[in-house]
């Protein structure tokens, strides 16, 4: 990475408009963001050989099932996208799209989960169905049912009400000619929701009040509803999330179309910076009424997926993104970062995890699909993080919470017992990875006083995930104390790895209950682990180009000098994981090959859990 000294100096630059070939327009209509990071993804790791942004919880929060629909949203629909995320009244509101197993192929609808601590959420509710015209209108010639597809879900207004927002459209193509037009209810206090109206017609057609199947919003009998609605139409900055499918032919728009997906934030300057899909950014100096025209971002890599701008709690600011240039695989999900919202620096991890795809769809591209943030007025949740949302694989849905400020490195020693948290609350300093059926949280210690990490599992195709950042070290002693049930099922992998994802250490808890370590690429098998007992692991490290370590169980030695299974220059973190290493898909895995549903794919698997308590990382 780039120095903060010179980045320091480019910021100077800008501040003070003193030129340098290359480096002057920065900030300006004709560069207006600019990547000075010097590291980039590894297309081939599913991290791409990234550092984590330290402490991101990533929580599952829809787990598509087609046969046992019951344990999903009672529909069994396996094309689940485009998430937006919303917060109000002491609740999370996330919104997605959903069809029965493709993008754009009918019928399509929008469904609703909650949550007041971002960890726990509802199922889904449909808010917005499936379209059913009036009777005696058909679908225009050319088009194949009904669909929906929007860029926006939410409204918090002036007067407190939420409202949420959707758009149908036409199959398989909703945009201009084929949409129908932008539709509206209120999510109330207490869980139910109001009527639907139609707030905007699309203005590439002849739809209106006489022939589509909803009422206008201005019929409503409640004022303050109606008055919610005007604050939405007249707010420029947020209805330019609108402009995809409803080009304004009815002069609604200022300027030029931006692109596709837009997202921004305010500069300390007044100034608001416009982003789009595939790097397209632009500079506004009226409030967003106009854009200056769009230029591409080089230094920014994007293909299709979203990118998401926010400025965070620190007064800094942030765009996440899939840093890559092709459309069918999209991962890793990563963050930047800012001082100015000029020059961004630190590219890191905020979902390096792509698990199977477990059924079928066309365009439905593999990794963390489609990032938003909470769009600013939309609520500010407690504390000072960033809460992002999106699909992964476009079949379940999760959200990520993002500590601020984003950082990547640890100084000074680890002592983690637990004890000093909430019960299934916050993890501090832990990147947690969290599907629905492999649930990771801090619960009451077994056979012990004070609190403990769970992670359990049974799930077919996933894992529970728990990584601790620790500082950057060559020679370093880590010890951790780990446990299991009586009868337990599965497998625990836990591995010391190096910044770039490097495993040079690998233990593994067997289905069998042997405890195993690699030796070089040789395993050696420990012999069985105890249930229902503490057991206690210490390793001293000299990561080197030949180094080694030494293995203690139960304060027992049981290796010396132990070559690494990797070489490596140092290592700085420490993974628990309930399955084996993944390293698939990858960017050759066929993406549009139609295949039958994974085997099992609804169906839990036999519980297995694991229990990590005491975990001390002291650097030499």
């Known amino acids: 990475m780039i120095s903060r000294n010179l980045c320091f100096y480019f910021r100077l630059l800008f501040l003070f408009g003193l030129p340098l070939a290359g480096f002057s327009q920065t900030g300006s209509i004709q560069e207006p963001v600019r990547y000075i990071g010097g590291n980039s993804v590894d297309p081939d790791k599913h991290e791409g050989r990234l550092r984590y942004a330290i402490g991101v919880d990533s929580r599952q929060t829809l787990r598509a099932n087609r046969t046992n629909p019951q344990m999903a949203e009672d529909f069994g629909w396996t094309y689940n996208h485009a998430s937006n995320l919303a917060y109000w009244e002491g609740k999370f509101y996330q919104q997605y799209l959903s069809n029965p197993v493709d993008e754009h192929i009918a019928p399509g609808q929008t469904l609703l989960t909650s949550s007041k601590d971002g960890r726990n959420w509802s199922k889904p509710e449909v808010i917005f169905p499936p379209y059913k015209a009036p009777a005696g209108v058909s679908i225009p010639e050319g088009y194949d049912g009904y669909m929906m597809h929007q860029r926006m879900g939410f409204y918090v207004s002036k007067n407190g009400k939420l409202l949420t927002i959707a758009f149908y459209g036409h199959t398989e193509d909703p945009f201009e000619k084929g949409g129908i037009g932008r539709v509206v209810r209120e999510v109330n206090k207490d869980g139910s929701y109001g009527p639907i109206y139609f707030i905007r017609y699309n203005s590439h057609t002849n739809w209106n009040a006489s022939n589509t199947s909803f009422p206008f919003y201005k019929t409503s009998d409640d004022k303050a509803f109606i008055a919610a609605c005007d604050e939405l139409l007249g707010n420029t900055l947020v209805t330019l999330q609108w402009r995809d499918e409803d080009n304004g032919l009815d002069g609604f728009y200022s300027g030029e179309r931006g692109g596709e997906a837009f997202s921004y934030y305010s500069r300390k300057d007044g100034k608001i910076v416009g982003f789009w899909k595939r790097s397209v950014t632009a500079i506004s100096e009226d409030g967003g009424k106009h854009f200056s025209k769009t230029v591409k971002a080089s230094t920014l890599t994007m293909a299709g997926g979203k990118v998401w701008a926010q400025q965070t709690e620190d007064e800094r600011y942030a765009l996440s993104y899939n840093p890559i240039d092709i459309d069918e695989y999209r991962y890793p999900l990563i963050v930047i970062s800012s001082d100015d ?19 079928y ?10 990032v938003r943030g909470i769009v600013k007025g939309n609520g500010n949740p407690p504390g000072d993080d960033m809460w992002l949302t999106y699909s992964m694989n476009k079949e379940d849905m999760w959200v990520s919470k993002v500590p601020t400020p984003i950082r990547y490195t640890i100084n000074g020693p680890v002592n983690d017992s637990f004890d000093q948290l909430i019960e299934n609350g916050s993890i501090t300093n832990w990147n947690i990875y969290s599907p629905k059926w492999a649930p990771v949280n801090v619960v009451k210690s077994p056979l012990s006083k004070g609190l403990s990490l769970q992670l359990a599992d049974e799930d077919p195709y996933d894992y529970a995930r728990a990584i601790r950042v620790f500082e950057t070290s060559q020679n370093v002693e880590i010890k951790w104390d780990f446990m299991v049930p009586t009868n337990n099922n599965g497998l625990m992998e836990m591995d010391i790895t190096d910044q770039f994802g490097n495993r040079p250490i690998r233990l593994k808890l067997t289905e069998s ?77 066929p993406n549009e090959d139609p295949e039958p549903p994974l085997p099992g794919a609804d169906e839990k698997v036999p519980l297995g859990v694991f229990y990590i308590d005491n975990v001390a990382v002291n650097p030499n």
Not at 361 to 370: A, E, I, L, Q, S
Request: overall charge positive; some cysteine; glycine content about 10%.
């Open 341 to 359: 919202g000029v020059i961004f620096d630190d590219m890191v991890l905020v979902q390096g995890e792509v698990p199977a795809r477990r059924f």
């Open 361 to 370: 769809g066309r365009w439905k591209d593999f990794g963390p699909c489609y």
């Open 513 to 589: 209950g042997d405890l195993i370590y690699l030796s070089g690429h040789t395993e050696v098998n420990l012999g069985k682990v105890n249930p229902e007992k503490w057991n206690s692991i210490k390793l001293n490290i000299h990561a080197s180009v030949n180094g080694y370590f030494d293995l203690y169980w139960n304060g027992e030695l049981k290796g010396k000098m132990i070559p690494l299974t990797e070489a490596v220059k140092s290592v700085e973190r420490i993974s628990f994981r309930t399955g084996n290493y993944r390293d698939l898909p990858n960017r050759k895995t």
